[in-house]
């Protein structure tokens, strides 16, 4: 074993070999104090000698692991071409990624992130993003150990999938809307009247657009269910009409392009506006801009009545999915209950002050 000083390092360095292998680590001890005299070469020496043992009792205790965002194309690699993979799963990996890259954790390295790190991230969207992002991570961190860049995976909890109460309907469009920006606007007036996920709707290609029949075919999604027809209404058709003027009347591309983003469209709504304008109008945190999709899933049930064809409007592969997440009866249609309960008559005759009911007295006797 070898101490010594490293250029542009304020710490003691230790340099032994082992299982053939000539292991260079730093101690983490200063070799000098704030008068530049020499100091700590003991401590130094004592901690080198744990790293020791440490690496032989762990071989990948000491591996140099590489950041997440330069682990992702690896990964990406992995999920796109592994064979065992089902399509559904492969899609599912790859929004997980999307979505990890889009937060900070994209700049640690794979070893410094932990359960508590983890937990103080804000995913865009709802709990169900965020465990997509949690599942797909530690699936990255499976790999990255298996391949013997990550000594030790850590156990990552899931978050909790609170089901949205609140709908974006007519109220709560007339108090956003006109302060919303542009963009946000028109992917949730499509969301609210289409039914289509935020990163369908952002993108959404004009080659898709059929103006002759008003509709958008959905070509992928990040289910089988998920390609669909949309049914275009009448105020999506003249947002569409307008963008497609402004962009002078393209035959291909981006309905919702973006010169910032790499693929070419915006990747996801103005959040941080949406949060400002909403708190700013005082209206409660849990509606969400996925309110909208909750809408059209809700309108959609008080019209037909049939869950089944509401999911394949919405894309579910269930219509489990649309009874039990996308139903939200409007309180007119509960009012409808009550006054048929209030309309028996059984219950008028017998709350009546003119009842002709007789009660017979119950007798203790045998």
């Known amino acids: 074993m070898e101490l010594y000083k490293r250029p542009g390092s304020p710490f003691w360095w230790a340099a032994y070999g082992q299982d053939g292998r000539v292991h260079r680590v730093s101690t983490k001890q200063p070799h000098t104090d704030k008068k530049g005299r020499e100091v700590n070469k003991a401590r130094a020496a004592t901690a080198a000698v744990a790293l020791m043992a440490e690496t032989k009792r762990n071989p990948k205790a000491l591996l140099r692991c590489p950041k997440l965002e330069d682990y992702a194309t690896g990964f ?62 530690r699936r990255l961190l499976n790999l990255a150990h298996e391949e013997g860049k990550l000594s030790q995976v850590p156990k990552l909890r899931n978050r909790a999938e609170v089901k949205r109460k609140l709908c974006l309907d007519d109220a709560a469009e007339a108090l956003l809307f006109p302060h919303l920006k542009l963009n946000t606007r028109d992917a949730l007036t499509i969301m609210r009247d289409c039914g289509g996920r935020n990163f369908e709707v952002l993108s959404m290609r004009w080659e898709y657009v059929n103006w002759q029949d008003r509709t958008f075919c959905n070509a992928e999604g990040k289910t089988e269910a998920a390609a669909r027809v949309w049914l275009l209404s009448d105020r999506v058709m003249e947002i569409l009409s307008a963008r497609h003027v402004r962009q002078n009347a393209p035959r291909s591309g981006w309905v919702f392009p973006s010169k910032k983003s790499k693929s070419g469209h915006i990747m996801q709504l103005d959040y941080v506006d949406f949060a400002r304008v909403r708190e700013r109008l005082g209206i409660s945190s ?34 489990s999915i649309t009874l039990n997440h996308y139903n939200h009866p409007p309180r007119a249609e509960s009012e409808r209950i009550r006054a048929l309960v209030n309309s028996r008559l059984c219950t008028k005759s017998a709350h009546s002050p003119k009842s002709n009911i007789v009660e017979i007295p119950i007798s203790n006797t045998k």
């Not at 999709?293 to 959609?300: A, E, L, N, P, Y």
């Open 76 to 137: 990406r690699t992995f999920v796109e071409t592994n064979q065992e993979l089902k399509p559904k799963t492969r899609k599912y990996y790859l929004d997980g990624l999307r979505l990890l890259l889009a937060t900070d954790l994209r700049h640690l390295k794979l070893d410094k992130i932990t359960p508590g790190i983890v937990a103080t991230v804000q995913f865009p969207g709802s709990g169900s993003n965020a465990n997509t992002a949690i599942r797909t991570l």
């Open 286 to 319: 849990q509606l969400v801009p996925y309110s909208a999709r909750h809408d059209f899933g809700t309108v959609s049930m008080v019209v037909t009545g049939n869950p089944g064809v509401v999911a394949g409007m919405m894309g579910h592969s269930s219509p």
